[in-house]
């Protein structure tokens, strides 16, 4: 077996004999997002511009949350380091991990937030874009979280801090991807916006893994 | 030096020859404004005929001194000598362009036929602003720099840049509000400008949490190292991404240059331009002083410092 498929299956492995850790980002997004309609108004215009923002920016903190148990549990047992005085390169078992912790925690998010939209009122032509862009958009969140993941590793009680790093990093994937949905609501073409977010998880898919290699080495005091 | 001049050899001329088109076709048909065009298309040509000149007839002393001194600065030794030798005249051009710069645009340079006087703070705020960019720069060529080759005192510079250019965005944020409330009506609009300057800020802080929590000093200084290094990516495409979501929101687009840019007037240009390097200089200064303090910290134990310091 690949390294690839050996890694995404003990991932998925470890990930699926601990619900907790799907169900909390989950549970976390539908709370959040049903907070809005009681503090805000339960009027359906003003929750219909509000909707593609507000299901945006809690999945984007759900993602956010879910990352300190990316690698946390694998630095407390020792298995990050076995993975890091391994030969050969860090890419693909990088990349599985993400794969798996995607999987997990982010597929979860897309698959619930139609749902989240119609709650919100969203015209059902428009969860559409909701879901589609959000496809796009959680696995770039992902990998560009674990980044900062990797680098406060090693840091205690680092949650605030991941949040500190990794939220400015998020601006761009946040913009796009709620702008896309505001677009839909609007009715104009999305195609481009999607495009584009489809070129962020490109970048951040093709490089990320490298860069979240160099900050496990970083974090392990190579 | 005893290398011998190379003679200049023919594609000299013809390159220059060719360079030089380039130039008058670049003055003819780039739809900047005036002045600007004259300085950036004379001084540009002028430059990279230099460069190259020198490149080609003294090229193994070109070479031989970059690494030098790339060399040279990599050691914190080094690095505290020489450093040494510039910071006087360094102070001197910053304290001396800033002086010249703020008081000539602060008191002498014309009213803003709309704006009157108020504008003026003009002088404090764009220099904040692109020094608090080019500082963000600097730091990520610095991650750069100390992941690739592993400099010591790359690491030590991002932690030196990133406490000023958190001041100098905080300054550009803070005076563009101050301008903002007699020109706008408001403290705050989000505008595209001055929302990408606040994520650089929050950026700048990010680089500075992460450096504090990390205990090992060179630990510390390579995840800061690749931070600012994923930062410098997130900076140009926070940009363009500012910009798309600020015309897709089509609000309050008052931009005060209009949409070309610096259409300022040479009176105004001139003492802008002056404070704009006043405050690079001072930038230079502040990382400069704060690298070397936490050189002498880091190098506490070696033979060189207890020299020093005695």
């Not at chain 2, 050691?75 to 362009?97: D, E, K, M, T």
């Not at chain 2, 592993?150 to 030590?156: G, S, T």
């Not at chain 2, 000093?217 to 979501?245: E, F, H, K, M």
Request: proline share 6%; charged share 10%.
């Amino acid at each position: 077996m690949s390294v690839f498929a050996a890694t995404l299956r003990r991932e998925l492995l470890l990930g699926l004999r601990t619900p907790a850790e799907i169900i909390n980002p989950l549970f976390f997004f539908v709370v959040v997002v049903s907070l809005f309609p009681l503090a805000l108004t339960p009027s359906p215009e003003t929750l219909r511009l509000l909707a593609p923002g507000v299901v945006w920016v809690a999945a984007l903190l759900a993602v956010m949350l879910s990352l300190d148990s990316l690698f946390r549990r694998d630095e407390e047992c020792g298995a990050l380091e076995q993975l890091l005085v391994a030969p050969g390169e860090l890419y693909l078992p990088v990349l599985a991990r993400l794969c798996a912790h995607w999987l997990l925690t982010g597929l979860p998010l897309v698959l619930v937030a139609p749902l989240l939209g119609y709650m919100t009122y969203l015209p059902v032509e428009v969860l559409d874009t909701l879901w589609q862009s959000l496809l796009l958009g959680t696995p770039a969140l992902t990998v560009i979280g674990a980044i900062g993941a990797a680098l406060t590793v090693s840091v205690r009680r680092g949650g605030i801090l991941l949040a500190l790093l990794v939220l400015p990093l998020y601006v761009p994937v946040l913009v796009f991807g709620a702008g896309s949905v505001g677009r839909a609501l609007d009715g104009m073409e999305v195609s481009s916006v999607l495009a584009v977010l489809g070129a962020i998880l490109a970048l951040a898919v093709s490089l990320g893994p490298f860069a979240v290699a160099l900050g496990l080495r970083i974090s392990s005091g190579d | 030096m005893t290398e011998t001049a190379r003679p200049v050899p023919g594609h000299f001329y013809l390159w220059s020859g060719l360079g030089l088109l380039v130039a008058v076709a670049l003055y003819v048909f780039w739809q900047a404004p005036q002045p600007n065009r004259t300085v950036l298309v004379v001084g540009g040509y002028l430059l990279s005929v230099l460069f190259y000149f020198g490149a080609v007839r003294y090229p193994h002393w070109y070479w031989q001194a970059l690494v030098r001194w790339y060399h040279q600065l990599g050691s914190p030794r080094h690095f505290y000598r020489i450093s040494g030798v510039l910071l006087p005249y360094l102070v001197a051009l910053s304290g001396g362009l800033l002086l010249v710069g703020l008081i000539w645009g602060l008191a002498f340079s014309p009213p803003h036929h709309e704006q009157g006087n108020s504008y003026r703070i003009i002088y404090l705020h764009v220099p904040a602003a692109s020094g608090a960019m080019m500082g963000y720069m600097a730091m990520g060529i610095c991650g750069l720099v100390s992941l690739v080759w592993r400099m010591k005192m790359a690491e030590v510079a991002i932690k030196a840049i990133a406490p000023f250019g958190a001041t100098l965005a905080a300054v550009a944020l803070i005076t563009g509000a101050i301008w903002g409330r007699p020109t706008w009506g408001t403290y705050w609009i989000w505008d595209a400008r001055l929302t990408s300057m606040l994520i650089l800020f929050f950026m700048y802080l990010g680089v500075m949490g992460l450096q504090n929590a990390i205990a090992d000093p060179r630990q510390a200084g390579r995840a800061a190292s690749l931070l600012s290094l994923v930062g410098i990516i997130n900076v140009v495409i926070v940009r363009y991404s500012v910009d798309w979501w600020h015309s897709l929101h089509q609000g309050s687009s008052m931009s005060i240059f209009g949409a070309g840019g610096s259409q300022i007037h040479p009176s105004m240009l001139a003492p802008l331009l002056i404070s704009m390097f006043g405050t690079y200089f001072l930038f230079a200064v502040a990382v400069l002083i704060r690298t070397r303090t936490e050189v002498l910290w880091r190098e506490r134990r070696s033979r060189w410092v207890k020299e020093v310091l005695r």
